[in-house]
């Protein structure tokens, strides 16, 4: 069982950039992929960016030139996820979710809690 939490949600302005953070415990060893998705009102989830423990990265085409996500960065006991993004707009008002998944992974993987990004001004 992999147990994620995000941080670095928030208000940002328009045309702003963020950082997110996702942080993994329990069995890290087992993540193959990790990815970022986000959810708008009344929208389905969606895949942002996601990349796997061989650095293979794929954006979402509504983010692609504008976002980066990190490496998987792992010690002992935790792994770290980030996604940078900037020149935001409303369009990128959703909750973000940080995924992970081990190699085979047909359940989704786990899931953390989500959190908030709001652009405005």
């Known amino acids: 069982q992999v147990h994620l939490v995000e941080s670095g949600g928030g208000l940002v302005q328009p045309g702003g950039s963020l950082r997110l953070s996702c942080e993994a415990s329990g069995n890290i060893f087992s993540i193959y992929l990790m990815g970022w998705y986000r959810q708008a009102p009344g929208k389905q989830r969606e895949l942002v960016a996601s990349i796997t423990k061989g650095g293979g990265r794929k954006y979402a085409d509504s983010v692609k030139g504008r976002s980066t996500i990190s490496n998987i960065s792992d010690d002992v006991a935790k792994a770290t996820l980030y996604l940078l993004m900037d020149r935001l707009g409303s369009a990128d008002t959703a909750v973000y979710f940080c995924?992970?998944?081990?190699?085979?992974?047909?359940?989704?993987?786990?899931w953390g809690p989500g959190t908030q990004v709001t652009v405005s001004s």
């Open positions: 995924n992970a998944a081990g190699l085979g992974d047909r359940t989704g993987g786990s």
